[in-house]
């Protein structure tokens, strides 16, 4: 109200105008200077998914993605953009904007694990010595950006990384340059929707081959939570090859799983909607077991090595026989070979 005032009492009434006259003066300057304002307001924008950053003041924005659950030895693709829209949102204005990668942060699992950006079809890896041109849009345009970001593994076995589900695992930073008011800078922060395990090598286990693991009838009545006294128990020989011949020494292959609720060491079934009352324990080859998240240790010489481990289902024990359940019971795990 207080520029509507200022442009009335400054401006001049000819003799022969109308008191009316004098208001469609002073709702003419109005509308002009509502109309420059929506102009400055937000005359650039990214959107992902209904978020939006602009250059009115809002500058993070956040996208939750969902990730390959296991990451492996080479070149992997992590994100595209391809859902991320920026737009000059100021047509017929002569107003163009450039956008850069300024920088490039991983968190996490991925930190030194080989990730970089892939922009307009050239790999980069942090950090950059300048910033990196992704687009330029002119008056009006709106594009999705040419950009992924990826990891590269290399092939000596190292320490296993994870990503957990609801992590920052990447910060990428953007500038946008105006040729209206200079631009600004943007942080697209990404978050896992899943947990990730990224294997930092070539190493596979059974050629990468997916392991079945079948008990078959098991009798209820027999189960137990001792791993000792199990009834039944199903062994599995591991062989590990490595990409890298050469290689001599110790590794450790580590069990990734989500562990049951009743008992961390055990890892989680699914027996229809219920995964409270029966489990799954892993074991070495000299019967200790191995815990989700923990590792067993085996010996590579020349790029080769073999071991075994053996999996028992377990109950609950603060159940009776008599409340388990009926039925097919299911489970999944990853193994993945790393330092020991």
Wanted: charged content about 15%; proline content about 4%; glycine content about 8%.
């Amino acid at each position: 109200m207080s520029v509507f005032s200022f442009f009335c009492f400054s401006g001049r009434v000819p003799a022969q105008c109308s008191k009316s006259c004098f208001s469609m003066l002073c709702k003419v300057f109005l509308s002009l200077i509502f109309f420059l304002y929506a102009q400055n307001a937000a005359a650039f924008e990214c959107e992902y998914r209904g978020n939006y950053v602009d250059n009115n003041g809002q500058t993070e924005l956040r996208l939750d993605v969902e990730l390959a659950p296991e990451i492996h030895g080479g070149y992997n693709e992590l994100v595209k953009f391809n859902e991320v829209f920026c737009a000059n949102t100021v047509p017929n204005s002569g107003i163009t904007d450039t956008l850069y990668l300024n920088n490039l942060d991983f968190r996490g699992g991925l930190t030194g694990a080989g990730a970089g950006a892939i922009v307009q079809g050239v790999k980069y890896i942090p950090p950059f010595t300048s910033k990196i041109h992704i687009v330029t849009l002119g008056p009006g345009e709106k594009k999705s950006l040419p950009v992924s970001l990826f990891v590269d593994v290399g092939d000596t076995p190292s320490e296993a990384l994870k990503i957990k589900k609801g992590e920052l695992f990447a910060i990428f930073r953007m500038k946008q340059d105006s040729s209206h008011d200079g631009g600004q800078y943007f942080n697209f922060n990404f978050y896992a929707l899943n947990d990730v395990g990224v294997v930092t090598n070539t190493c596979d286990v059974n050629g990468g081959e997916q392991i079945d693991v079948d008990f078959g009838q098991v009798d209820k009545y027999l189960l137990t939570n001792d791993t000792n006294s199990a009834v039944k128990s199903v062994e599995v020989p591991l062989s590990i090859r490595c990409s890298q011949s050469a290689f001599t020494g110790p590794v450790g292959i580590e069990l990734l799983a989500t562990p049951a609720a009743f008992n961390q060491d055990f890892i989680q079934t699914t027996l229809g909607s219920d995964k409270n009352k029966i489990g799954v324990a892993m074991l070495d080859a000299s019967r200790n077991v191995v815990r989700p998240g923990r590792k067993l240790t085996s010996y590579i010489s020349n790029g080769f090595g073999s071991t075994s481990v053996s999996f028992v289902p377990v109950k609950n024990s603060t159940i009776t026989n008599d409340q388990l359940p009926v039925g097919a019971f299911s489970a999944s795990a990853t193994l993945v070979v790393s330092t020991p």
